[in-house]
């Protein structure tokens, strides 16, 4: 078993920023790409951004130039720094996480339970 413990969520102001933080433990052998989408109230899961595990990026439009993925030197820890916030990107942010466990040879998807993020204006 893998499990992906998010934090730093919280209410800010529009403007502020917030930093997330997802850690990886358990069986895990290897890790892959990690990323972070958000799922606001009514609205599907979204990208956010992404990081390989060769430090690789993307994001998405609405976040560019905002946001920023990095990932710790162990490689199991994501973080996602958030800058001039904006009441549009209140949501909930869930960490994914690409691992190859101890008891398979492939990649599988993992899930943190995510963490509310809420800008106000």
């Known amino acids: 078993q893998v499990q992906l413990v998010e934090s730093g969520g919280g209410l800010v102001q529009a403007g502020r920023s917030l930093r997330l933080s997802c850690a990886a433990s358990g069986s895990i052998a290897s890790m892959n790409s990690m990323g972070w989408y958000r799922q606001a109230a009514g609205k599907q899961r979204e990208l956010v951004a992404r990081i390989t595990v060769d430090e690789r990026t993307n994001y998405a439009d609405s976040v560019k130039d905002r946001f920023t993925i990095s990932r710790g030197n162990a490689k199991n820890t994501v973080y996602l720094q958030m800058d001039s916030l904006k009441p549009e990107d209140t949501a909930v942010y869930y960490c994914?996480?690409?691992?190859?466990?101890?008891?398979?040879?492939?990649?599988?998807?993992?899930w943190g339970q995510g963490t509310q993020v809420t800008v106000s204006s």
């Open positions: 994914k996480a690409l691992v190859v466990d101890t008891t398979t040879t492939f990649p599988r998807i993992w």
